[in-house]
């Protein structure tokens, strides 16, 4: 936990509750008004807050559940559930949108809040994150497996902000007839955009609970960050940051700049070779014994192709470097063969904020293996150097490892 609990007083005078607030190592941002689930302010939502707050927003999570219990904080046990269960069927919705209406009050009013204002909300909260659209004049909403949204279509057109909303395919709480409900309602409507995850459950967001599903939580993570990008910043310019780390690599082979431009947890992955780092630690002791000094004198990287999305890049490369010393990352436990290696690179870099969070990095092993000597192509459905020349130059021959082209020459089209 990195935030703080501060003051909100009820619009109907009476009395206050609390709201846990996260704010941005840079001191302030865009605001997001984060909406609970049944089990109040527990450690999910504040990891949650935390995890906005690093992407560069003032988070508040205010507690819903006070005019009942204040400070409600339960676990994901049976035990729990029930209790947790017991709130949401005595929750006053109507109260409920006049402490979120004065929740947005004080996040507005806050030192640490610059700019517009968004909600985000997960399970009862997805279901406020749709109310805070149509009532709190939120520039932005995001709402994950919301229960009961079909519920109150008829206030769908006082939504007139940005809005993505997660599903999870197998939720008995918000089943397909709900799903479909709520989508036929909002067909034509480019600026709300809904998601459905194949094979998921319920809660689909929550590490720890059976039905999490990580790849699914990374993805509509992803989404709900274009969403709010585009609609309340802030913006950073991830290219420049790419670039930033790529020099510290390569050029300078600075570790201690290199990763200076990475969150405080991050982690590489290079997929053919399994190599890298996670966590801090892990990492620097990656670059600094086995990568970023282990790289041959000429390494060079022919920029191909960039896609910069809202929260991560895709840079397609060419590789190059001559075989001159034992590379860790790349090539580990083989001795230099002296061979000049070009082969196409695809690196899928993740930003949190301002920093790099992960890398994914991608190449064909068999291309780099046949072109140093140690894979034998013949009889083979894989490539050398042509890989990166054709790459370059789309006009080389295609299909020249396919035995079967000639038989379709002349054949109909």
Same mark, same amino acid.
């Given at each position: ?150 519920? $109150?279509?008829? !206030? ?5 902000? &940005?809005? /993505?909303? +997660?599903?999870?395919? @197998?939720?008995?709480? =918000? ?80 570790? $201690?700049?290199? !990763? ?5 947890? &991050?982690? /590489?992955? +290079?997929?053919?070779? @399994?190599?890298?780092? =996670? ?102 459905? =894989? ?31």
């Amino acid at each position: 936990m990195t935030g703080t609990y501060i003051d909100i007083p009820a619009s109907d005078g009476s009395g206050g509750f609390k709201g846990y607030l996260a704010t941005p190592e840079v001191g302030s941002g865009p605001g997001i008004l984060l909406l609970q689930e049944i089990f109040g302010i527990n450690w999910h939502i504040r990891d949650v807050a935390d995890y906005y707050a690093q992407e560069g927003y003032t988070v508040l999570a205010p507690d819903l559940f006070w005019r009942m219990e204040s400070g409600v904080e339960l676990g994901y046990s049976e035990e729990e559930f029930q209790k947790a269960f017991g709130f949401f069927q005595q929750f006053d919705i109507a109260k409920a949108i006049e402490d979120m209406q004065a929740a947005t009050t004080i996040l507005q009013a806050h030192d640490t809040c610059k700019g517009k204002i968004g909600a985000v909300g997960f399970c009862l909260g997805g279901k406020l994150s749709y109310l805070a659209a149509a009532h709190c004049g939120v520039d932005a909403a995001v709402c994950y497996y919301g229960v009961g949204i079909e519920e $109150d279509l008829n !206030m769908k057109d006082q939504i007139t902000c &940005p809005m /993505v909303m +997660h599903f999870a395919e @197998l939720d008995q709480f =918000v089943p397909a007839e709900a799903r479909e409900k709520v989508s036929e309602a909002f067909s034509g409507r480019s600026e709300i955009q809904i998601y459905t995850y194949p094979d998921t459950d319920h809660a689909f967001n929550t590490p720890g609970r059976d039905s999490y599903h990580k790849p699914s939580a990374m993805m509509a993570h992803s989404r709900s960050m274009a969403c709010f990008r585009r609609a309340l910043g802030p913006h950073f310019n991830l290219s420049e940051l790419w670039d930033a780390h790529c020099y510290h690599e390569f050029a300078a082979r600075d570790v $201690d700049a290199t !990763m200076a431009t990475m969150v405080a947890s &991050p982690y /590489v992955n +290079h997929i053919p070779t @399994l190599t890298g780092g =996670v966590g801090h630690d892990q990492l620097k002791r990656f670059y600094k014994y086995h990568f970023v000094n282990n790289n041959p004198e000429d390494t060079k990287l022919i920029p191909i192709s960039r896609t910069v999305g809202a929260d991560r890049i895709v840079d397609e490369m060419v590789f190059c470097f001559t075989h001159t010393c034992e590379i860790d990352w790349m090539l580990p436990g083989i001795e230099p063969t002296g061979r000049y290696v070009e082969v196409p690179l695809v690196a899928i870099v993740c930003f949190c904020g301002d920093k790099l969070y992960n890398e994914h990095i991608y190449w064909d092993q068999a291309s780099v293996l046949v072109q140093i000597g140690k894979l034998d192509p013949t009889g083979l459905p =894989v490539a050398g150097a042509d890989s990166a020349k054709k790459l370059q130059d789309e006009s080389l021959s295609s299909n020249e490892l396919m035995g079967t082209w000639s038989s379709s020459d002349g054949k109909p089209i």
